[in-house]
């Protein structure tokens, strides 16, 4: 167990402020004074520290009107006494308001770091991501270079990361990210996951036998799998699972659920959101969501020399591309989708969608039925669409530390190895009899002559750690500023569904799809579709999106503290429940 270490006491949220100290030059007296000091001195220091004293103080004046519109844009000096200088008293505002949001942040309660304790469970680290060092000829991690790469998680020494041994040349991504403070929302530490499951357990030998099927459904479009064979196979075998967490319909997993969430309204209409089908103006420019592709039928890794070349970190081979651009219509697609999109794209477009559309806003925002204000560079477009992309690398921060400083999961490509020396007989593994057994491992046997789970993607994954996802924090952190801002109850209008051959558009048919649903979906799709890669499994997935989710609504609490006006906005979060920020 993990513990982050405790907020200081001291912190200035919970401290009077010293105005002397604080406004007044004590630096070389040659330099000029700035004017923001300057006007600070005629106000008088015994007026500003009356003002200023204690932190209780600022939230107990009352704003104009008896309203209270926000804690930042309470009035500083009592009614009767604010000095001529107005720019003194919003220089002090700015100053409250940045004490409050640090008091905010200081207030939210601390959170404990758990893993599944499978990195100290296995001297020879078969659990543990060890893609890019070096690896012996069973893919079990070089013991000293993953020494080297605990030393600098454990020092946190710039120095030290420079001194982890790589493999064949494949650099580690961004290792440090996760140890950056952020002054905006919770910091990295300070929000957290469940553990992930244990590598011997049901539970995840129920998330590898899921992403064998995905990978053998690769090209087996959407709309076929009503009545495919294959996908009733998949259906079939994943509800006979000892520990399967998907969605059911009915204690059983079904065409419609395969592959899904338990998200609100995700299991209704199609697999694919409208969000990445939909064409779109972006300003004047109109965007097909037609997109290069992977061709069919090329996986990666699927040999044993080119897997364990990518474990000691070779530089990968060329990817293969089908010629037609196309909407996307099965799991390759939305794999490569993933493969190279900018992390919030799918957001950003969402967005310019439901603006496009006319989606109403929340109703708890100030302008949704002002009479005689427009929203704009609040509650309009521009600001909702700086949001959603502002938050991403908020997220990214968030899950880096999970990734490389407590989990340390390894990757789905990892535990195919791992299956497929246990199935040689070349090493025994502590794997759960569901892989072992299961239909899918045999037919890709049959399929490629190993048990390696093929890869989507020439590289497999990423060279850094597992759990959660990236894409999926980035997912969640951005679907939940939009369903803050848009009201989740409207419907989307128009919905599309690809032809057959992913070429072009034609009306869905169907129960109506509602931006709740759809917004969750796209989260999905895109967590999902990096499963459909074979790169991350299940609950990397769902547990990056409620990080993401919490990373988003702290972000929104501190601005809420800056508008001047009413904001109460209302969205469901991902696990169902309603909360106001």
Known sequence: MKKRSSVSSQAVGNEPVDAQATHTETTNTSKPVSSRRKFLGRV??????????????????????????????????????????????????????????AKLAQNRPLVYHVTNGDDDRYPNKIASYTKALPHNQLGEVDPAAYASLVKARTTQNPDDFELIQLGL????????????????????????????PRFASAEEAGEMV????????????????????????????ISRLTDFRGPRQNGKVTPQTLFRSNTPDDLNGPWVSQFLLKDFYFGANLFSQRMKTSAAGVDHMITYSDWLDVQNGASPTNNVYDSTPRYIRNLRDIAEWVHVDALYQAYLQACLIMLGQGTKLDPGLPLYDAKVQAGFAQCGGPHILSYVTEVATRALKAVWYQKWFVHHRLRPEEFGGRVHNHMTRAANYPIHSDVLNSKAVQLTFSKN??????????????????????HATVAGACVTILKAFFDETDIVKDPVVPNADGTALVPYVGPPLTVLGELNKVARNVAVGRNGAGVHWRTDALGGMKLGEDVAIGIMQEHKLTYNDKVEMTLTKFDGTKITI
Request: net charge negative; glycine share 8%; aromatic share 10%.
């Open 210 to 237: 899921e992403l064998y099927w995905m990978s053998l459904l690769r090209d087996v479009n959407f709309d076929q799998w009503d009545s495919h064979p294959l996908v009733a196979q998949a259906a079939d075998e």
């Open 169 to 196: 040349g494949r650099k580690l991504t961004s290792p440090q990210a996760g140890l950056a403070m952020d002054l905006e929302g919770p910091d990295s530490h300070h929000v957290t996951m469940p553990p992930p």
């Open 44 to 101: 008088g220091a015994a007026t500003i520290a009356a003002g200023v004293a204690s932190q209780t103080a600022f939230a107990q004046f009352p704003a104009p009107g008896g309203s209270k519109p926000s804690i930042c844009n309470d009035p500083v000096f009592p009614f009767g006494v604010e000095p001529a200088d107005k720019a003194a008293n919003r220089y002090m505002k700015a100053y409250k308001c940045r004490l409050e949001a």
């Open 449 to 470: 002559g190993t048990y390696l789970l093929p890869q989507a993607f020439p590289e497999g994954s990423p060279t850094h750690s597992s759990y959660g996802s990236g």
